[in-house]
């Protein structure tokens, strides 16, 4: 599936339709680059499972734990280079526990399971524009 937004406000809409689709045990990852709006995408996932205690991105943390209708683990694997780093955030003890966003999936494609979702998001022609491709899950 493909979506174009034009603001951060509808890149979190996009977010809240794929939220409608979950099971409570996903995989979520995100790639592109910086600034893209995957913490964006992330709140407006958020808040469709009833956590609206503000989203942030991970990077000093390595993971956040948000609570609604299910639990979210956000995780930022931009600085995670080698499986021995993966390893130590932890990130195969909570596969099956919740719902995994991933933010820099790209340094742990490798590690990922088989039935993730791959959400890729890429500028779109005017600088508030986002191009939303997602994979793995239909919903409406």
Known sequence: MEFITNSVE??????QKLASALKGNEVIAFFGGLGMGKTAFTRGLCSALDFNDGVQSPTFSLVNQYNGKYTVYH???YRINTYD?????GFFDYLDTGVL???????????LPDDYIRIEINKGNESNDRI?????????
Do not use: H
């Open 132 to 140: 939303i491709k997602i994979e793995g899950i239909e919903f409406e």
């Open 85 to 89: 780093d993966l390893y130590s955030t």
């Open 75 to 77: 995780f930022d694997m």
């Open 101 to 111: 966003v991933i933010e820099w999936s790209e340094n742990i494609e490798n590690a």
């Open 10 to 15: 509808e890149t979190e809409k996009v977010a």
